[in-house]
């Protein structure tokens, strides 16, 4: 193709930018060969004449389509220089927020300065295993490829970050190694990978500081290795580093700080263990305050050392060497701030007395304040004879200082590394490794000294090594491609390297100037001026004779010579590295140990005034080692660094600093041009576009440029031949392009070419149908508006005649309304006029009237008033009077009272006045109490008398009623004449007053019925108010109502929601602990297979990596006090569990003492008891004999017995003895097995001893329980015996007495009895007061005791350090917490104890009556033994649905119905059969009452359950049937257990089958958790299958065909497109496997509320997995996918509604991945878009959505993409949510499965047992 060709109108290009570095133009006129000016067009359309240089013809650089910028390979671009990478990283970091992009083998990072939400664990999952190219460029996709080759082509890998200070190498670097730390953690419990990690913020705070560029800028070179095992988990780590920037400990720039320790250990120096140090704030010290700010924003120093500390700790470093560390540190600072003073003279000098700084630095170093003050002001000269000690200058002496300063932290950063390195080492062969180097990139600054020549040295060899490693690279790809190939011009630094490294070159030259005595930088520089001079990478500048400039591969820098020979040598005072050696602190002295003695130079000048002569002259060494200096320390360092690298395949990390003012996502074009040319990005591009950089598979490259082709040219089967005739069609000059065996490939602007081409026939084809279809539309219209116009006339045309009509019948109606209104008007003004006369004449009657009754009511008021002031002014006179006269009186009467006031005073002062008052006081009581008495008697008197009276009268009073009763009877109709006439004349007078008060009644009643009817017409009028604001009060209650039930409603609804979100999180949490607990045991049975492998197989084996977590680790199902109730429940459990099964839980040691100490006390209660009873007896014994002398001697049954009680309780005693022996043998095994060398050998032997003593443990305490019972027993016999024979001793004595005194002897012996009881209920008390108080005594002892021991502990604890003290009352409350939940525990486990033994009982008692019952029948009828003949044909309809097998068959059901069943076998009968026989077997054991049988049963089948799920743990179809048959097993024990809830749905046959005996609840929890452990199993395999099929089924693979198109990939292909497009998954094969997998779980019966939440769970992990790599590929997020994605997920809705499963929720769970769709198809424009995506959106996160818009990438020219402002207006919207920070889905979370109970209709007696079982040994009950 021709320039004309290329440079059109329209064409875009870069030309150069004093600014932007390169701005976009717009060719706006052809360009033609020979033209000297180019016309463009600028963005902001300002027009540009761009001259070309007619000598050398160079046109402007072309710019990429739109449509291949924002790519992830800058490979992929098909104009590849530097404006075009420039433009790519630019776009790519600003609009999309993209900070890793691919530059072929080159990751380069850009550091966006902010937080970014992509290095999460979630993060690491979705980039662990994908290939490199899959997923966007990113640091974990390098170290998954590092990682990936390591394990596929066993070879060590190495990744090298390099960039300058600040552009995020050390956070690359760490998150490289934290993704190895994750996916290769360790596999034994060592958490190498935590030390690892730890190792970090170590070396950040020793090795970082802040500089005006970054605020944790590494100032050393680091490389760490981090090795592999054959199975490639992380067993060890080593760390090398590389020029650590000593300088920076005493001198600081502007706007910099020290190295992070320092101020960290400032910032705590308030610490109580850090009292020692003498430290004080950072702006107290000279070595942190040269650079100003002694903080940083946002930093915490005093957080970040204890993160160090806690680094410290985690790598084994002890609380007392980390202090010896912080000394030295401190004491760093404290010699910075010694003052050295200048003496009498210049050239003396000395430290300042009473330097406490001094005191404080040799404190903390335990060294001589003596001679650390003396040689800080001299030094020593050797010469071959004699010896000087020679004073300072003031600044020599600071120098000597810093050096030492320098020399102390640079042997403690080595010294920090070894031990860090020490820490991660591992015994371990190492198989493989993984490097990560983090070094400094190229360095240029204004004045560059020699670190900066040594980190551009190294920046040289990695550069060489990096351009021989692209360069093979691509050989390699031509020569496996079958592609001719040429020599690639590639700039080679070789000579470079030789000028710095070579014989004679500049380290050399440096080296020999040091070893000169009298060497200088100035003659140093002479040198390399002679020597270098002609050389092309040298040059001398021409201002100076102290500086020259070396040409790098990156740049040029000058380098100034001062310090160049000082900071090589690198020389610290030997006195000074003497006193240092002899330090007191261990640590101090080892630092300095290998350190060689140093060649010190010799200073002109005079010498000092001491001159020290030798006895003998020193013997010269001829031929003395001189100390390595820096540089060929670091030289060496570096080559074995590249030989390192050489030997392992390296990836390149290329770490970009955006802008020098650290303000996020900000782009310096400038800077960032720089970098890229210094780090080699843009010569990796140099060399990709010098061959063939553009390359396309044949498949990619025909779909994509299929509409370029013609069908004569389109060969299906031959893809290659037709992509051949297309490009000798199009592109004329085959040297453009070249056909390899799989990929074709092209020159550099060939793919625009075609992209121009497509892009030209897809617009006129858009011409075309933008044609057609205008026509079309045109046509349309011209249709619809003839039809619209002929619509419009007819219907006017009858709107108007309509009109006219209805104008005429309106005219006629307006005369009659005119006419009847006219009548009414005139009517209406009549009877106006004629009213108002009637009220004018009213109105002026009514005011001549009013006129008056006024005059009469003033004169009537005139004469009241006056009459009022008459009588009030009468009343005031005689008041005013009256007033007076009382006045004078009460005058007068004071007078009287005031003289009769002084005699009384008089009176009373006088003592006969007391006198005569006090003696008639007394005679005055006497006399009243007299009277009372008197008064009293009277009164009694009087009452005798008045009751007297009271009776006469009564009775004269009867007397009288009876005789007034017959007189009145006599004069009664004599009266009633003259009575009834009185009674008229009352009633007259009566009528006279009822009428007047009627009269009256009747006028109030007129006025109040005239005020009613007013007040009713008031209270109508309030009532229609009443009732409107009624009516409104009801409209607003019921609006109101309306609302707080729609509020009610929502808030139920959401506390219903909440509810149910914490029941679910109950129940996943729930299940991810049997999760765990299934993983745990298969983790166990996997470690016991390999033990037995490793015992049967000979040789060295490693130890099974979670060995040590299962010793420790308590979820595997252990024998613990929670689930065992006492020893024997114990014993039982191990012995079922088995040896190996068993793990340990030290919580039966405790138990077990625990119960034997409880058995030692009841042992001596019962002594104690004993020995009192036998005391009573003798006493007893003892008063019979002395009450009855006759009684003979006891007999000698009643001796034997007490002999063989006492031979009891010696028993007792000795087996007590045993006891204990064999507890200390069990605890003497546990320690053995403790501190024995094989763990597997010692812990069988420990469980073999566990068991044995568990065993006899539980024997003898059974024994001893049973002899304790027989002793209390006989104990109890022996008592009431001797009160029979007492009693029988007092009857013989009363009978043979005279029966003359037997009442008397009765009475007497009835006192004695009672006597003799209340004595005994006295002696009771009197024993249980005694035994409380003894008991009180015991708890007062305990009590002090425990005192004593919380005073000892209190001053224990006031002496420790206050973090010590908080430790220790931890430790205490746990140990307190644990001591009482193991009393609860055993509390709790003793009832549920009494609770089995009573229902034991209750059975053993039920089988009791039930066998007598039984043997009632036997008796009347013989019963024959039980033989497999039962089950004949006679006996089916007696059949009960029970089945009867005997022990020794019990293995054989389980092989035939659970181990070696498969699911085809019982496929054709009822689903679920295996459960059902089960059950029956079940129910017979439960008939008869064998609880030992219904335990093995299930145990059994648990069991058996579990190694068959183990076998066939991917087996689909097994997991489901045995899930079917375990849910159907846990539903039989719910329908059959005889509780009413579980029954309702039972009929008559079903209740007769319940369950009798047993109460199985227990076991229904087992059955669940065992239903619940192979629905996860069952959900993992289906996870497994269909995994693989969802990105290419869901995201690639072309459901809707011709809708989306292939864009070029670069270097980084992806995985599934190096292949051809036919062997990828689509969609109708995922849906294939959905159907297998629906078909297999209904032909098993599975019930369909668990077949819901399967595929609930599995569309929820399609669409998880599916938005995960949406989220994380740039490639897939365009319209065309978000087409096919809708595409797909309505196929997938259609099949839930086929299989009727759309009510499982499974559509909900995809509902992110729709709104991601329906994002992908919107329009992305204003901001009514952004507020429908924020509508839309509710179910994607902000940070998914802004993710998707960023990566949203056009396929097509006519797609926009989405601008920068719209994300901003996004984000706007959305800031409001409150969201987790997480960006991908957990594909891992599952959700709680629930069993909901599902009732069989089938009764057991109907369920028909195949042949094909084996079941024959069965007997049918």
Known sequence: MSASELYSKYTKVWIPDSEDVWKSAEIIKDYKDGDDVLHLKLEDEMPLEYSINSNSNQLPF?????????????????????????????????????????????????????????????????????????????????????????????????????????????????????????????????????????????????????????????????????????????????????????????????????????????????????????????EDYFYTTQGGNTLIEGINDAEDLDRTWHAFTLLGVKDAHQMNIYRVIASILHLGNVQIVSERDTDTCGVAKKDEHLNYFCDLLGVEHDQMEHWLCHRKLVTTSETYVKTMSKQHAINARNALAKHIYAQLFNWIVDHINKALYTTSKQHSFIGVLDIYGFETFEINSFEQFCINYANEKLQQQFNLHVFKLEQEEYMKEQIPWTLIDFSDNQPCIDLIEAKLGILDLLDEECRMPKGTDQSWAQKLYDRHSSSLHFQKPRMSNMAFVVIHFADKVEYQCDGFLEKNRDTVHEEQINILKASKYQLVADLFQ????????????????????????????????????????????????????????????????????????????????????????????????????????????????????????????????????????????????????????????????????????????????????????????????????????????????????????????????????????????????????????????????????????????????????????????????????????????????????????????SVEHYKQLTSGMENKVVQLQRKVDDQNKEYKMLTEQLTAVNMAQTTEINKLHKELDRRQEHQGDENRATSLQEEIEKLHKELKKSQAERKILADTSTREKAELQQRVLDLEKENTLLKHEKEELNRSIKSESKDVAEKFTQETAKENERAKKELDEERSRYQNLLKEYSRLEQRYDNLREEITLIKQTPGHRRNPSNQSSLESDSNYPSISTSEIGDTEDAIQMVEEAGLENAAMDMTIFLKLQKRVRELEQERKSLHAELERKEAMETKKTANEYNSTPDNSIPDNE??????????????????????????????????????????????????????????????????????????????????????????????????????????????????????????????????????????????????????????????????????????????????????????????????????????????????????????????????????????????????????????????????????????????????????????????????????????????????????????????????????????????????????????????????????????????????????????????????????????????????????????????????????????????????????????????????????????????????????????????????????????????????????????????????????????????????????????MCIALSTQQIVKILNLYTPVNEFEERVTVAFIRNIQSCLQDRNESPQLLLDFKHTFPVMFPFNPSALNLDTIHIPANLNLTFLNRV
């Open 62 to 282: 072309l710019r990429n389509p739109d449509i291949l910028v924002g790519e992830n390979d800058l490979t992929a671009l098909s104009y590849l220089h530097e404006p075009a990478v420039l433009h790519n990283l630019k776009l790519r970091f600003l609009e999309s927020n993209a900070i890793y992009t691919y530059c072929g083998i080159v990751l380069v990072a850009m550091n966006p300065y902010e937080q970014m939400p992509i290095y999460g664990e979630d993060v690491i999952q979705a980039y662990s295993g994908q290939n490199m190219g899959d997923m966007d460029p990113h640091i974990f996709a390098v170290a998954e490829e590092a990682y990936k080759q390591m394990a596929r082509d066993e070879k060590n890998q190495s990744i090298i970050v390099s960039g300058e200070s600040g552009a995020g190498k050390t956070v690359s670097a760490k998150y490289a190694m934290r993704y190895f730390a994750t996916v290769g953690g360790s596999a034994s419990e060592t958490n190498v990978e935590e030390k690892v990690l730890a190792s970090s913020p170590i070396m950040e705070a020793i090795g970082n500081a802040k500089t005006t560029r970054n605020d944790n800028s590494s100032r050393f070179g680091k490389y760490i290795q981090i090795g592999f095992d054959r199975r490639y988990y992380i067993i060890g780590a080593n760390m090398r580093t590389y020029l650590l920037e000593k300088s920076r400990v005493v001198f600081q720039a502007e706007e910099e700080r020290n190295y992070h320790i320092f101020y960290q250990l400032c910032a705590s120096a308030n610490r109580p263990d850090f009292k020692e140090l003498n430290l004080s704030s950072a």
């Open 594 to 909: 290998d350190e060689k003695d140093s060649a010190t130079s010799t200073m002109k000048g005079k010498a000092s005034k001491i001159n020290v002569r030798p006895l003998k002259p020193a013997m010269k060494i001829p031929n003395r080692e001189h100390k390595k200096t820096v540089g060929h320390q670091f030289r060496n360092s570096l080559h074995l660094l590249m030989e390192t690298l050489n030997a392992t395949t390296p990836h390149y990390v290329r770490c970009i600093k955006p802008n020098d003012e650290k303000s996020s996502f900000t782009f310096d074009p400038k800077r960032a041009v720089q970098q890229l040319r210094a780090c080699g990005v843009l010569e990796t591009i140099r060399i990709s576009a010098a061959g063939y950089p553009s390359r396309w598979t044949y498949h990619e490259f025909f779909n994509r440029y299929r509409v370029l082709m013609t069908k004569k040219n389109i060969i299906l089967n031959d893809k290659k031949e037709t992509c051949r005739r297309l490009l000798e069609n199009v592109i004329k000059d085959p040297d453009k392009f070249q056909f390899g065996r799989s990929k074709i490939f092209f020159r550099a602007g060939q793919v625009a070419y075609l992209e121009k081409l497509r892009a030209d026939k897809f617009r006129a084809a858009c011409m075309m149908i933008q044609k057609t279809v205008r026509g079309w539309l045109q046509r349309a219209k011209y249709r619809r508006m003839r039809k619209a116009t002929i619509t419009i006339q007819r219907h006017v045309r009858g709107y108007q005649a309509r009109k006219l009509v209805d104008i005429l019948r309106k005219t006629r109606a307006v005369i009659i309304f005119q006419k009847q209104y006219r009548m009414v008007a005139v009517r209406r003004e009549y009877l106006k006029t004629r009213n108002a006369a009637i009220t004018i004449q009213a109105y002026t009657r009514g005011l001549f009237v009013r006129q008056v009754y006024l005059e009469l009511l003033l004169q009537h008021k005139a004469t009241v008033i006056q009459k009022c002031v008459r009588g009030w002014m009468a009343r005031k006179r005689f008041c005013r009077i009256r007033n007076a006269v009382i006045y004078l009186q009460c005058c007068y009467r004071r007078m009287k009272a005031r003289r009769e006031l002084k005699t009384l005073k008089i009176e009373a002062k």
């Open 1198 to 1735: 009643q001796a034997v017995e007490m002999a063989y009680d006492s031979l009891k309780r010696q028993e007792l005693e000795s087996e007590n003895k045993k006891l204990k022996n064999e507890l200390n043998e069990l605890r003497k095994a546990i320690a053995e097995k403790a501190i024995g060398e094989d763990p597997t050998n010692d812990m069988e032997n420990a469980y073999s001893v566990l068991l044995n003593q568990l065993k006899v443990a539980n024997e003898e305490l059974e024994v001893r329980k049973e002899e304790v019972l027989m002793l209390r027993t006989q104990i109890v016999n022996a008592a009431h015996q001797k009160e029979d024979k007492v009693t029988e001793k007092y009857e013989w004595k009363r009978s043979n007495e005279n029966m003359e005194n037997d009442d008397a002897i009765e009475a007497y012996n009835g006192i004695c009895e009672t006597n003799r009881l209340l004595e005994a209920q006295l002696q009771t008390q009197i024993k249980q007061h005694e035994e409380e108080v003894e008991r009180m005594h015991t708890q007062m002892e305990v009590l002090k005791e425990e005192m004593n021991k919380q005073q000892h502990i209190l001053t224990q604890t006031l002496q420790m350090s206050p973090e010590a003290r908080i430790e220790y009352n931890v430790q205490q409350e746990i140990t307190r917490l644990t001591n009482e939940n193991l009393d609860l525990k055993e509390l709790v486990e003793k009832q549920e104890k009494n609770e089995k033994k009573l229902k034991k009982q209750l059975k053993i008692h039920m089988k009791k009556v039930q066998e007598l019952e039984a043997r009632t029948s036997v008796q009347k009828e013989p019963r024959h033994e039980l033989t497999r003949q039962v089950t004949v044909q006679r006996k089916e309809k007696e059949f009960q649905g029970m089945l009867e097998y005997y022990k020794e068959d019990e293995s054989l059901l389980f092989r035939n119905l659970i181990t070696d069943l498969k699911p085809q076998t019982v496929s054709a009968t009822v689903p679920g059969l295996p459960a059902y026989i089960l059950f029956m077997c079940l129910r017979h054991a439960d008939y008869v009452n064998d609880d030992q049988k219904v335990h093995a049963l299930l145990t059994g089948t648990i069991n058996g359950i579990k190694k068959v799920l183990k076998k066939h743990n991917d087996d689909f179809e097994m997991t489901a049937f045995w899930l079917s048959n375990s849910c159907r097993m846990l539903h039989c024990l719910k329908q059959y257990s005889g509780d009413e809830d579980f029954m309702k749905q039972n009929n008559a046959r079903q209740n007769e089958h319940s369950l009798k005996n047993f109460d199985l609840t227990e076991y229904r929890q087992v059955l669940s958790d065992l239903s619940i452990q192979i629905y996860q199993q069952m959900i993992k395999v289906a996870e497994g299958l269909l995994q693989p099929m969802i990105v290419s089924a869901m995201l690639e693979n072309e459901s809707i065909q011709g809708l989306s198109s292939v864009k070029p990939m670069g270097y980084r292909k992806r995985s599934s497109s190096r292949l051809d497009g036919d062997s990828s998954y689509t969609l109708e094969a995922m849906l294939r496997q959905l159907n297998l997998l629906n078909h297999t779980m209904c032909e098993h019966g599975l019930d369909p509320e668990i077949i819901q939440q399967v595929f609930r769970q599995l569309f929820y992990i399609i669409n998880a997995v599916t938005l995960n790599n949406l989220l994380l590929r740039k490639d897939v997020c365009s319209w065309s996918t978000g087409m096919q994605l809708r595409y797909n997920i309505s196929q997938l809705e259609e099949w839930l509604r086929g299989k009727n499963l759309q009510q499982s929720g499974a559509v909900k769970t995809m509902e992110p991945l729709i709104q991601a769709a329906q994002l992908l198809q919107v329009k992305k424009k204003t901001n009514d878009d952004a507020v429908a995506i924020c509508s």
